[in-house]
Every structure is written in C-alpha cells, then in structure tokens.
C-alpha cells in the first residue's frame, strides 16, 4: 500500500533538474497530508523545493488559463507582469529559511485545489501573498506518527477528517510541546481569517484581539 513520501524522496526530487520534476501521488500526499491535518512531517529544508515548484507549476496553469479567455485578462496586483509576480512570491517563499511558513496548512490546500476556490490569476496571487505575509514559523514534528497510506487522506478543501483520526487518542500535532500545539489551533484560526477577511484578521489572530475586534475585509468573489 502506497504512502506518502518519505523525506528521502522528497531529496531526490530536489536533485532532479526542473524539467524532469513531477508531482507523484507519492509527492502529492505530502502536501495533502499537511493540508488535511496541519502537521508538518518532513524538515523545510526537504520541503521547501516540492512547496516552490508546486507553487510555480499553479501560477503558471492559471497564467496559461488566462491567456485563453475571451477578452483581455485581468490586470495582476500592481500591474506586474506574470514574470515579475512569479519571481516575487517565489522569493517570499524563500524568505522562510530555517522553518515552514504559520499558514502551511492554508497554503498546502491552495496549491493543490487552488481553482475549487480562485478560478482567476489575481485572486490566487492576493491569497498566495496574504499567507506569506504572515511571518511566523512552524517547526516539524520532532515525532511524527507512522506515513499514512494515501487512501486514508480526505479530498483537500472539503469536509476535512478530525485530527484524532491521523494522531491518535491524546497525541498532539507536530509534537509533545504544548506551546507547538497551541501554534498548531493558531494557525487554524489564521487560515478562517485569511479566507473571511484577509491579512488583517490573520495578524489579529496570532497576536490577540484588538480593542475593537477584527475588522472584514471585502475581496470580492472568487
């Protein structure tokens, strides 16, 4: 029975040159675990190659979408340019060097069904840069359970299975640490805001309420 990935296989998809990376099933789970659970298997320094080529693959899929559509295409966020775009949130990705970015949970699930939510360039872009705007880290879990088997990972961005079911009775995500637990619900709440009122609300939750509360922000639909 197939799992997901190990980190060994996560290295040698870094090894490979660009043209010859894919995303196996093997590959996928790693992120759909994350996005299904919130834990964080796997080192970044493993992670980060398979995070930023999935990421540029899903810029470029909805870019070449867009070039299809009847009528011009929608202006991307300050008029730059798909290359310029590309570049720069690649680069805020890379800016997470040592640990993977609060929002893992939130960013995994994009870029594995990013158009079940954002079917154009911009609105996927916006979503993109609020998560990585929220600097905060996340450590991997010092002792992840065993790899599950693919065919126990729920579909991503839709009715997500209870923790419990990946973590066992009494066990906490990403480890032992209460502290990492708490990051862990923290960034729950982070992934509701970004989705209902955007960065604003995200800063709010991993720094605590505001005298007034958070205030919505209006995106428009998807």
Excluded at 23 to 38: D, I, N, Y
Excluded at 97 to 107: G, I, K, N, W, Y
Excluded at 170 to 187: F, L, Q, R, Y
């Amino acid at each position: 029975m197939d799992t997901v990935a190990s980190e060994e296989d996560l290295q040698n998809f870094a090894r490979l040159p660009q043209q010859q990376r894919k995303l196996t099933q093997t590959l996928r789970g790693v992120l759909a675990e994350t996005a299904a659970t919130g834990l964080i298997r796997y080192r970044w320094e493993a992670l980060q190659p398979l995070v930023a080529w999935q990421l540029n693959r899903v810029l470029e899929d909805l870019h070449a979408e867009s070039q299809v559509e009847v009528g011009p295409p929608a202006p991307l966020p300050d008029n730059e340019t798909f290359p310029e775009l590309q570049a720069r949130l690649l680069a805020e990705l890379a800016a997470f060097v040592s640990e993977a970015p609060f929002t893992m949970q939130r960013l995994c699930e994009l870029l594995l069904e990013a158009q079940k939510q954002y079917h154009s360039l911009p609105k996927l872009a916006l979503a993109v840069e609020r998560l990585l705007m929220v600097t905060l880290t996340v450590p991997h879990a010092p002792d992840p359970p065993p790899r599950p088997p693919l065919s126990s990972l729920p579909p991503i961005n839709e009715t997500p299975a209870p923790a419990a079911s990946y973590f066992g009775q009494g066990a906490v995500p990403n480890g032992v640490d209460p502290h990492v637990h708490a990051t862990s619900s923290h960034n729950e709440a982070a992934n509701v805001a970004e989705r209902n009122f955007g960065l604003a609300s995200a800063a709010v939750t991993a720094s605590g309420p505001t005298e007034n509360g958070p205030q919505p922000m209006d995106e428009g639909t998807s």
